[in-house]
């Protein structure tokens, strides 16, 4: 059984996101979305027991991916799970100097541990969870962001947020 990581901030989960889950969900037999807690970005829009139940409702339909939450290092995290890869969505070039630093990092903790880089469907190559959150504060129409599972939430939460 192979299975791959998918890890990320998911601070929504986009349509980006969700591309390469459905993507990557193909190639293993088990997919593991992993809302990493990361102590530098912990200040989000939504808190990681929010980002893994909006991720759950969105990926509710394909059978071989799970969602989880983790505060630890992911090379730990992979080797607790038997995973042999780590699944990257890549946008631009600027995401490639960081992204093969990271998988060196985790090669070395976790020999065993791969990096696969998938390269962003040009339609979601401009598409962040930062342009998310930009576009909902000006409450500009969120279809073509994310899925539509979760649009409400994030409008309820931005107007929340606004009116704070
Ligand atoms: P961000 O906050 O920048 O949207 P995350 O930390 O949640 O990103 O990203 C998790 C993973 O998803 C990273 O590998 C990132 O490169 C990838 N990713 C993010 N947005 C996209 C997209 N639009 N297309 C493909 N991959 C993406």
Do not use: W
Request: glycine share 4%.
């Amino acid at each position: 059984m192979k299975t791959a990581i998918y890890p990320g901030s998911f601070d929504p989960i986009t349509l980006g996101h969700l591309n390469i889950i459905k993507r990557a969900a193909v190639c293993f037999d088990r997919l593991i979305v992993c809302v990493m807690v990361n102590s530098e970005k912990n200040k989000g829009l939504f808190t990681p027991d929010e980002r893994v139940e909006l991720i759950r409702r969105v990926v509710a339909k394909l059978p071989n991916v799970e969602v989880e939450q983790s505060s630890g290092l992911l090379s730990d995290y992979a080797r607790q799970k038997k995973a042999c890869a780590v699944v990257k969505g890549l946008r631009a070039v600027s995401d490639y100097e960081k992204e093969v630093q990271m998988a060196l990092i985790n090669r070395k903790l976790n020999p065993r541990l791969d990096t696969m880089f998938m390269p962003s469907s040009a339609k979601y190559t401009y598409l962040s969870s930062s342009v998310v959150k930009e576009m909902a504060y000006y409450g500009a129409d969120l279809t073509d962001f994310v899925p539509r599972e979760i649009i409400k939430d994030v409008n309820q939460r931005m107007e929340d947020r606004r009116n704070a």
